[in-house]
């Protein structure tokens, strides 16, 4: 493919693809289109500045001069973020975010149906390259909370981290989209409209899609789609998401044009001319002390505070190198029987990870009935057979309490499968 040159003179607003990605070895996506934006309103936007002692950045994402999102970020790429709601995008004047936000109610028919059906919300990016990604968010803000039971001040947060270190592999693992967090009042979320979703996601394997903003770290601001969102945590699934993911890096070696183009931790080798835009404006119109917005709060109800998997065990996948579109099953048998510390914390991830799916139930049932699992991943795999009711769980759970101390910590759990599903 040769160079692109798509800086020109003209007043139009262009959105352009410029080819589908090929996303095989990406985990956390389905598919990803690269385009690219030329003449851009730049009304949907970030903005940073260095703060006071010249080590951590602030930052807002911009819609329409509102910040809809905050953050505070550190220089150090380890090193946890702060992240904080914004101005409710509700308030926002945009006739392009309520255009698309109705074509996005409608079954997912394919990302390039999509990129069509939101062009004109994307039309108001600045100029630059970007990614549109189908991707699958889990609806918590990487700590186990639901994505709406956040502080709207500034708070530490481990998912705003460029890198997030592990421990048990020693090792780092590069932001990518992964948690949500919300833009609209909590106040606005309507019970029968979650409930109608919950019903629509439950009968489809093409769900009608969110949209998000990828903004660092393992973070995305909810842009659309708040409602299929508590839906999605109601029933305990990741969250169906398209995602507009801005180009971060650019690697130039020695040339003009830079040879690779970063987007999360996607890199493209692509000569394109990115001409003399920056990636981001720095220190325009943003002051050291954030404002603070009242979008949560809002008591909800315990149906919405599902299991979801935190930072630590994304990260931890990825350092540990599992193959997450491999075989999985192939892959628990090998650390059962060759087991080892390093094995052990694979199967917990693997669990975590694909929590509440066939995947996590399979292999659970297999850590269970081995006799030389250790206490830590017993624990873990009784917590996801407690989500897969039926009567094998039963058969399990009835097998585990009766051959175990009652002051086991395994049976205490596994106490708590009657309490929840016997009639």
Known sequence: ?????????????????????????VDWCDEAILFCVKNG?????TRSTKSDDHND???????????????KYPYCPTCSGMLATGYGIENINSPELVKVSESLNSEFTGLENSFESIKPLLGLLDDGYYLLADTSLFPSDGNGNFFYSVPNELT?????TEYFYDSNFMGAA?????????????ELINERRVDEYAEIISKTSNPPRGLAYYDSGFICALLDGHHKACASSMLGKRFNCLTIIPAKYFYR???TYPDKIEFADIQIDEKLDVGKKKIARIGERLYHSLPVYELTGRVFSDKYFNSFPTVRSIAGAKVADIDLKGDLVEQAKVCIENYSDENRYKLEYIIEYFHDTEVAFTISKMVIKNEMTPKGLVICAIKELLRHPCDETEELMVNYYLNHDP??????LVNTYWGKYSN
């Open 1 to 25: 493919m040769g160079i692109i040159n798509w800086f020109d003179k003209s007043k139009n607003i262009d959105v352009k693809v410029i080819k589908k990605l090929n996303v095989d070895n």
């Open 41 to 45: 309103k730049g009304t949907l936007t």
């Open 57 to 71: 950045c602030y930052h807002q994402l911009l819609f329409n001069n509102k910040p809809i999102f905050q953050g």
């Open 156 to 160: 530490y947060n481990e998912s705003a």
């Open 174 to 186: 590069k932001g990518f989209p992964t948690f949500i967090y919300p833009t609209q009042s909590a």
């Open 253 to 255: 070696l020695g040339s």
């Open 407 to 412: 002051q086991d910590e395994g049976v205490k």
